[in-house]
């Protein structure tokens, strides 16, 4: 598994949306790595992580998880980030993820809840899918495999993925994503649709954790949306709800010093 880390500190494990990769997180982790030691994998299939388990696309060796390529799921993600995990040798994480993240990161948290100090959900959701949406992800990873995903995945998520405010005064930002996008791989693509199809309800999870929580949203979500945040905070006995003005589903990169502001005392009153 293929990861960046940079910074001392708090151990803070990020979980990154889809369809990018961990460099999604750069704009925030330049603002958190004086306070932290941020790490950021590319999940399975996507970035520079093969779609096999090893540790690099391209890379021979065999992943040590049992579960592979075709069983997508989001516990196999999060299978794959407790062996980072282990590898790094930290016990105790702050953890967290954004939107497909959030998925993996409750995945986590359901398979080993000991492992989690602190857990921020950015622009997630606890519910699962509708019928229509777990259909248009199926035909969707349908697509990535027989087409490729480019000249349409990008086009056809960039609308949502950015909020108003950022696609009307800051254009620069949807070309950066449009160009991560672009970078991801067909068949990772298609793999991380079919395990967010298919991954359970999550608010069960949430109730029984008793750690510190943080749900951020950017008020101009379209896909999570303000409200779902709220579901989930009042889900979790320790919830805290903080909504970004001027951010759709990705304040980490539409609004960094904003996302940074709301983290850096949360991550500080954590104990790991």
Not at 22 to 37: G, I
Not at 102 to 111: F, H, Q, S
Not at 128 to 157: C, F, Y
Not at 175 to 187: F, G, H, K, M, V
């Amino acid at each position: 598994m293929h990861y960046i880390e940079s910074g001392a500190g708090t151990p803070l494990v990020l979980l990154h949306a889809f369809p990018v990769d961990a460099r999604m997180w750069n704009p925030l982790r330049v603002r958190l790595e004086d306070q932290a030691r941020v790490i950021t994998p590319d999940q399975r299939g996507l970035g520079e992580s093969s779609l096999d388990g090893s540790t690099a696309r391209g890379a021979q060796e065999e992943s040590a998880a049992p579960l592979t390529v075709d069983r997508p799921s989001v516990e196999v993600a999060a299978a794959d980030v407790l062996e980072l995990l282990d590898k790094l040798e930290l016990p105790r994480v702050v953890l967290g993820g954004c939107s497909m993240g959030g998925y993996v990161a409750t995945a986590l948290l359901r398979a080993a809840p000991h492992r989690v100090a602190g857990l921020l959900l950015v622009d997630t959701k606890a519910r699962v899918d509708t019928d229509e949406q777990r259909t248009n992800r199926l035909n969707a990873a349908t697509r990535a495999e027989r087409d490729g995903i480019s000249g349409w995945l990008a086009d056809n998520m960039l609308p949502n993925l950015l909020g108003a405010t950022t696609r009307e005064h800051r254009p620069e930002v949807a070309e950066e994503l449009t160009s991560l996008i672009e970078a991801q791989p067909a068949d990772g693509v298609a793999w991380a649709q079919r395990a967010m199809a298919e991954r359970p309800d999550s608010f069960d999870v949430l109730r029984s954790f008793d750690g510190p929580a943080m749900v951020v949203v950017g008020k101009e979500d379209t896909i999570t949306p303000p409200t779902a945040a709220r579901e989930m905070v009042d889900a979790l006995p320790r919830g805290e709800l903080v909504e970004l003005a001027g951010s759709g589903h990705l304040p980490p990169v539409e609004a960094p010093d904003a996302m940074a502001e709301v983290v850096r005392p949360w991550l500080a009153s954590i104990d790991v």
